[in-house]
T-cell receptor, first 116, second 113 residues
Framework: EAEVAQSPRYKITEKSQAVAFWCDPI?????LYWYRQILGQGPELLVQ????????DSQLPKDRFSAERLKGVDSTLKIQPAELGDSAMYLC??????????????FGPGTRLTVT | GENVEQHPSTLSVQEGDSAVIKCTYSDSASNYFPWYKQELGKGPQLIIDIRSNVGEKKDQRIAVTLNKTAKHFSLHITETQPEDSAVYFC????????????FGGGTRVLVKP
């Protein structure tokens, strides 16, 4: 069964350092999402890509967060500099193109970030 | 923007009993409502979903109902088993108009053997 891959699974970093997360969506999924999940809460969308283009980054803190999907396949989310409040689970999800009318989103295992 | 509220936040049931989780949403343009199960340390797993043109959907022991007029939808789990213990999230999106999921706060379900 095809799955969304993410790495690393766990990351501990000191505040003010840079950190990056990687995601490989299910093959053939044109839409890729990055969500942040604070402990005890539901995930919140940070950024959505359709192929290599950003569709929605309205909730992405652009002063410190950046995301790219250069070839429309895998994606990288970066935080620089990291702050204590960034400690959370970062989840990647993918789906078929929205125009396909199939809206099912499949999540990866996530990257647990701890900022000290 | 969309706001999704979920109740209860915790639910303890005896094995074999039923569990019901309820969600309300605010955006009348939302038309896609998935439910996810999340186990400790894992990503959310899609378990069932429903679209606004359907009132009820069932898959084995789980079912979802949708009331568009009242803007609420519910997850029903029958004959609960210990492996159903997890955190469950409801979500809503506008589908083709932008598939951003807005999640509820989650329900921690504990099934006691």
């Amino acid at each position: 069964e095809a799955e969304v891959a993410q790495s690393p699974r766990y990351k501990i970093t000191e505040k003010s350092q840079a950190v990056a997360f990687w995601c490989d969506p299910i093959s053939g999924h044109a839409t890729l999402y990055w969500y942040r999940q604070i402990l005890g809460q539901g995930p919140e969308l940070l950024v959505q890509f359709q192929d290599e283009s950003v569709v929605d980054d309205s909730q992405l803190p652009k002063d410190r967060f950046s995301a790219e999907r250069l070839k429309g396949v895998d994606s990288t989310l970066k935080i620089q500099p990291a702050e204590l409040g960034d400690s959370a689970m970062y989840l990647c999800a993918s789906s078929l193109a929205v125009r396909s009318l199939n809206y099912e989103q499949y999540f990866g295992p996530g990257t647990r970030l701890t900022v000290t | 923007g969309e706001n999704v509220e979920q109740h209860p936040s915790t639910l303890s049931v005896q094995e074999g009993d039923s569990a019901v989780i309820k969600c309300t949403y605010s955006d009348s343009a939302s038309n896609y409502f998935p439910w996810y199960k999340q186990e400790l340390g894992k990503g959310p797993q899609l378990i069932i979903d429903i679209r606004s043109n359907v009132g009820e959907k069932k898959d084995q022991r789980i079912a979802v109902t949708l009331n568009k007029t009242a803007k609420h939808f519910s997850l029903h789990i029958t004959e609960t088993q210990p492996e159903d213990s997890a955190v469950y999230f409801c979500a809503a999106s506008r589908g083709a108009a932008g598939n951003k999921l807005t999640f509820g706060g989650g329900t921690r379900v504990l099934v006691k053997p």
